[in-house]
Each structure stands twice: as C-alpha cells, then as structure tokens.
C-alpha cells in the first residue's frame, strides 16, 4: 500500500488500496497494472524506455497506455510522432490521443498550442496536473498503464507515489557510479513509499562495434552498477546499448519500428504480474 496508509486514521481496517479514502480514484476506467518508470536523475533514457517497453507490451498484445508525467519535459508524443489536441468527452474525461499501433498516450505537449511552448509552473502546479493526468482521463481498458515519471525526488514523484494506485516501479540507470548513488536516492525514496520495485534497466552501457559486434564501455564496465544493484537487493532487469538506430526511430516518432530483443526480461516480469 502507499505511504499515505502510514498517517490514515482508517489503517488498521483497511485490506487493500482499491478501498483507500486517500488515493484518488478514477471510475471511468479498468486498468489491471500500473508500473512507473523512474530514475534518480535526468538524461538517463527514461522516456525512452517508456517508449520501447510500451510498444514492446503492444506486439505481446496488450492494451497499453502512457501518462507522460514529466511535465516540463514532456517528451513521450514526440517518440511516436504524435500531434493535436486532447479533446474531453461528453463526461468531461480527457480522450487519450492513439498511436498507430493503439498505445494510449496523454501528455501536456498534446494540450499546449506549440510543442516548444515552455512550462514555467511551480510544483503544486504540475503535480495538479499529473493527478488530472489519472483522475480525469478516460482511459478505458488497459492491461498496462505505464507513468514516465519525472526525474528525481521531488513533488511530481511524490503526488505519484501517494495518489495513484502503483503496482511497481522500473529503475532506469547508466553505468557510471555517480548514476549508482542516485539510482539509491531513488531506490531508498520507493521504498520509503512502500512501492515495489521491479528491478533496474540500465541504458546507454555499451555500443556495438559496426563491424565486428565488440562490445565497447564508453562508461567502464557495469561492475559499479551490478555492485549498487546487488547491494540494494535489486536485480539487472535488462542491460541496453546506446543504438543510434533506435535513438533515430525514436526521434523520428518510430518508436513502435523498434525491433525485438529489447527489454524482454523487463516485459517478461510485467506479463507475469499479469498473470
């Protein structure tokens, strides 16, 4: 349960977050999982993985949407070369925008008139947004609802973690040991909200030589990573490249094209929560 049980009058009689007073509730949808991805800073690919692990869930055959909570860098309809306008239904539920492969997309660039218009909000702002982004949109049925969250630990993560029902979080990180000690930060923060993690991808930890397929470190080996993981109690999920091809598709708006092989451990858990 979110951390929000820990100062409710209503705790000890409470056996589940279905019947929580203090998480919002959305009843205009049936979403059977909800998985954030995370990390402990910026620039690290988390949208990325978002992109590749949603359209990776939508060849497997589920129904999959994407809240683009990172508000001030909203980066999701840009990967699936999505444009327009959000638009309410006669209930006044904001209308998820579809991708071609039918992955559910809201995000705040999908509101604004220009992509490139900045958002100069404070916290209390943007985190009343991402609530709207749960409480307020239609989303239907969904097998997978994947958040991309914002970096850090800050406001928006926090209104996640204590508003929105979360059955799990996936780390993102790079090989580096200053990335470890935020990916901790991160780490100690889930826990703290009691929020299972998953485990962790790390992105970016090698390319491929073009002709002979050698795997080159550009950030060392993952020794400092597999280390911090391993300290943590948590588990390497998937190990990517840094690919320019699928970095091309996805600023292309191709992130759907992206071919397989990628993130399958990740996906493989998350279809097993499933059931």
């Not at 209503?10 to 007073?21: A, I, N």
């Not at 990573?225 to 588990?235: F, S, V, Y």
């Not at 990517?240 to 996805?250: F, I």
Request: hydrophobic share 40%; aromatic share 4%.
């Amino acid at each position: 349960m979110s951390s929000v049980c820990d100062s409710c009058p209503s705790k000890s009689g409470c056996t589940s977050q279905d019947s929580c007073p203090s998480l919002n509730k959305n009843t205009n949808d049936n979403i059977k999982l909800v998985i954030g991805v995370a990390s402990g800073k910026g620039g690290v690919g988390k949208s990325y993985v978002t992109s590749v692990l949603a359209s990776k869930l939508s060849s497997m055959g589920y129904k999959v949407g994407i809240m683009d909570a990172d508000v001030t860098g909203p980066s999701i309809p840009k990967a699936f070369g999505l444009k327009g306008t959000l638009y309410a239904n006669e209930e006044q539920k904001m209308v998820p925008m579809e991708t071609k492969g039918g992955i559910k997309v809201v995000s705040l660039n999908l509101l604004l008139p220009d992509e490139e218009t900045p958002v100069i909000w404070r916290g209390p702002v943007i985190s009343g947004l991402v609530q709207q982004f749960w409480t307020d949109v239609d989303w239907g049925m969904l097998d997978v609802l994947l958040i991309d969250m914002p970096p850090g630990t800050g406001d928006v993560p926090l209104t996640v973690f204590q508003t929105v029902r979360i059955d799990g979080i996936v780390l993102v990180s790079t090989p580096q040991d200053l990335v470890s000690m935020i990916v901790a930060k991160a780490r100690n923060m889930a826990q703290q909200m009691n929020v299972n993690i998953l485990g962790i991808v790390d992105n970016m930890s090698y390319i491929k030589c073009p002709h002979c397929d050698e795997k080159i470190y550009l950030f060392g080996d993952d020794k400092s990573l597999n280390e911090a993981a391993a300290k943590a109690g948590l588990n390497i999920l998937d190990t990517l490249p840094l690919d320019p091809g699928s970095t091309a598709k996805v600023d292309d708006g191709k992130a759907e094209e992206i071919g397989d092989g990628i993130l399958d451990v990740t996906a493989g858990i998350i279809e097993g929560m499933l059931g």
